[in-house]
């Protein structure tokens, strides 16, 4: 599964994707070398802030569907999307993280069996 997802997430450039940097073997460990995004979470950012603005939850939103679209328009789903999977840059932008579920497909149908 970790090779699928080094290799998918190596296809990947969005600026609301965390970006894929290295993929590393070793006898013991497989790692996978990204983007530092240093904003933490997104659930920790809107807990800190406790709540968040209509206008910046648009934005995040914006962004969000955004990577998504990007992913489907490239045939791939990410199939783990939740808060955990959302980190906040230091300049307030989302970014989606987490391509361990992720698949590609070849007809869209497919997706609903």
Do not use: W
Not at 28 to 51: A, F, N, P, S, W
Not at 74 to 90: S, T
């Amino acid at each position: 599964r970790i090779l699928r997802e080094a290799a998918i997430h190596h296809l990947l450039r969005h600026p609301n994707i965390v970006s894929f940097h290295d993929f590393i073997i070793t006898e013991d460990y497989y790692c996978i070398v990204m983007e530092y995004v240093d904003g933490g979470k997104l659930l920790d950012y809107i807990t800190q802030h406790r709540q968040i603005k209509e206008r910046q939850a648009r934005k995040f939103f914006r962004q969000l569907i955004s990577a998504v679209s990007y992913l489907h328009q490239n045939a791939i789903v990410h199939r783990d999307l939740k808060i955990e999977n959302v980190l906040v840059d230091r300049r307030g932008n989302v970014r989606l993280i987490d391509f361990g579920l992720a698949k590609r497909y070849r007809d869209p149908r497919t997706l609903f069996h």
